[in-house]
């Protein structure tokens, strides 16, 4: 009875309802600069889009 016990007892102990908390996981310094790149373009895209945008509407008004 004694030997079924104990790798019960071991079996029991080893699930533990509780998982452990994550740490948090900081940015990777190392993307960093490719995150800002990003940043950076995604801004001149739209000032890009405007100007093609504004161009597009003088030709028309001119080809009238």
Not at 13 to 33: G, I, L, R, V
């Amino acid at each position: 009875m004694n030997s079924r016990m104990i790798p019960l007892a071991l079996l029991l102990t080893a699930c533990d309802p509780m998982t452990p908390p994550q740490p948090e996981t900081a940015p990777n310094p190392a993307f960093e600069s490719q995150v800002q790149a990003l940043e950076k373009a995604r801004a001149v895209e739209g000032q890009v889009n405007q100007a093609a945008d504004l161009q597009h509407q003088q030709v028309d008004e001119a080809s009238r």
